[in-house]
């Protein structure tokens, strides 16, 4: 018999007969599809970070969770992947419910707002400066640190319409507007 480990509205996740990996089900008119056959807990930060389930984020948030749920001593640069992709997302999900649209305004003007761009944008900005600045190790808790602190507490407590802090927004959306003169300075 399969351990149920995280459900969402519309997906399950089991753990695996033996080992340590899960399996993902979609409910589809109440029953069960599987969507994933094996997924490693360990791979979920890589796997979110990548981009792969942009598309779904139901699923993407379950993953997340059971993440939390099954690697019990995670390394910094999967805490890291893990906490980039958060904030990503709840940033994006708050432009899009703030603008209507996946577009920061920022002094004004508006600028159009995709998450490989944000992704590559935070990297640069802050996990290589920091690592830079900081060392592997001492870096990695830095950017951790630095994003985790982005992420409005009453989010972790599940209260309804909490994302990014209002610093953390700021800090986002000033990083959109940076990425995109230096695109155009670029193609200039």
């Known amino acids: 018999m399969k351990k149920m480990t995280s ?4 997906f399950i996740s089991s753990q695996r007969r033996w080992g ?4 993902i089900f979609e409910v589809v008119n109440g029953e069960q599809i599987r969507r994933h056959k094996s997924i490693e807990p ?4 890589g796997l979110l ?4 389930l942009l598309d779904e984020l139901e699923l993407s948030f379950l993953l997340l969770n059971v993440w939390q749920e099954k690697v ?14 958060l904030v990503l997302t709840l940033f994006i999900i708050q432009q899009v419910e703030e603008q209507g649209q996946p577009a920061s305004v920022v ?6 707002i995709n998450y490989y761009d944000l992704s590559n944008g935070v990297d640069f900005f802050l996990t290589a400066q920091a690592m830079e600045e900081r060392g592997a190790l001492f870096g990695g808790f830095h950017a951790a640190g630095w994003l985790s602190c982005m992420i409005e507490p009453g989010y972790f407590a599940g209260e309804p319409g ?6 953390g927004a700021k800090t986002l959306s000033v990083m959109v507007k940076q990425l995109h003169l230096m695109q155009e300075a670029q193609d200039a």
């Open 107 to 112: 002094e004004g003007e508006s600028f159009p």
């Open 162 to 167: 909490k994302y990014l802090t209002a610093a």
């Open 72 to 85: 019990k001593a995670p390394t910094i640069g999967e805490g890291v992947l893990s906490l980039r992709w």
């Open 20 to 23: 340590g990996d899960v399996e």
């Open 49 to 52: 970070s990548s981009g792969a």
């Open 7 to 10: 459900q969402t509205g519309r």
């Open 42 to 45: 360990k791979e979920i930060p």
